[in-house]
């Protein structure tokens, strides 16, 4: 992927939060340190149940003293509520933010091309808005979010625009879930989909919503399925379909984009498959699960 390409991402949007007490308040709430963010460093968090399981997923940042988060479009409100219902006598304003638009950017040297290093999470303003690298992985490329005018800048510093599947193509095959398109709300453990080594966590901070058990998970060695990119060959499984080995559960279809997606598998299977070069099973379809370089397990 030489050149460069910026895609729109319609399916994702923004809430700001505003006040002297933005930060405290998030802090209390989501998994990573909240305190980290600026305008030169943007992050990857969670905001989870009491009971640790997983509801969003968010990127941080923040420009003219506003916290910045951007989250899935068609489940922005319900977020947007599950914060204000813990604001309380919190001084901090939470409103959805439809100034600026999201967008991915990928290609080798894209950082560069902005005057980012190749380094998770390096932000700056830009365009009247904020650009950074991808905060899971510096070679998932990087976010802007800018208002409309600002696509025109996007384009002066040489990038085309690409199409969804493209981008879906790409953090798919780097094993980097979207939303809830892959990560199953009131379901989904962080660690079995790799917030840990994708920077969503910070381990050092204080108390937060639903630390508890993902906490216990890491360091009881509880995790039993990872998140991993699979090569379809045959019909592409519906997400939520079954994959199984020797008929047995292994799994179950997550997104995909053409003929490669995500499952969650069976780490037992995976390592199975992984010693005979044999394939799981979906329908009519067999599926080849493969390592990130970035996953530990």
């Not at 999201?102 to 904020?130: H, K, N, Q, W």
């Amino acid at each position: 992927m030489a050149k460069s390409h910026f895609i729109p991402l319609p399916h994702r949007a923004l809430i700001s939060l505003s006040g002297e007490e933005r930060k405290t308040f998030l802090q209390g709430l989501v998994s990573n340190d909240v305190t980290k963010a600026g305008a030169d460093h943007a992050l990857y968090s969670a905001f989870l149940t009491p009971q640790g399981k997983f509801l969003h997923e968010f990127f941080l940042g923040e420009q003219d003293e506003t916290l910045l988060l951007e989250t899935e479009t068609e489940r922005r409100a319900d977020f947007a509520k599950r914060l204000s219902l813990y604001k309380l006598r919190s001084k901090v304003g939470i409103a959805a933010n439809d100034g600026l638009r999201p967008y991915a950017i990928v290609g080798s040297g894209a950082a560069g091309l902005f005057g980012l290093a190749e380094t998770a999470g390096d932000a700056r303003p830009f365009a009247g808005g904020l650009i950074f690298v991808d905060p899971r992985l510096a070679e998932a490329g990087l976010r802007a979010w800018l208002p409309p005018e600002g696509e025109a800048a996007l384009r002066e510093a040489g990038l085309t625009e690409g199409e969804i599947d493209l981008w879906d193509k790409h953090r798919i095959e780097l094993g980097l879930p979207d939303g809830s398109r892959d990560l199953v709300p009131d379901k989904a453990l962080l660690l079995e989909n790799g917030f840990d080594e994708l920077h969503g966590v910070d381990w050092q901070k204080g108390c937060y919503l639903g630390q508890e058990l993902t906490a216990r998970t890491k360091y009881r060695g509880l995790v039993r399925k990872r998140l991993l990119p699979v090569d379809i060959t045959g019909p592409v499984p519906e997400p939520g379909s079954p994959i199984l080995l020797d008929g047995t559960d292994a799994g179950e279809m997550r997104s995909h984009a053409g003929n490669v997606g995500l499952a969650m598998i069976r780490i037992d299977a995976f390592e199975q498959i992984a010693a005979t070069g044999r394939a799981l099973e979906a329908g009519e379809s067999r599926l080849t699960p493969h390592k990130p370089a970035w996953a530990v397990f």
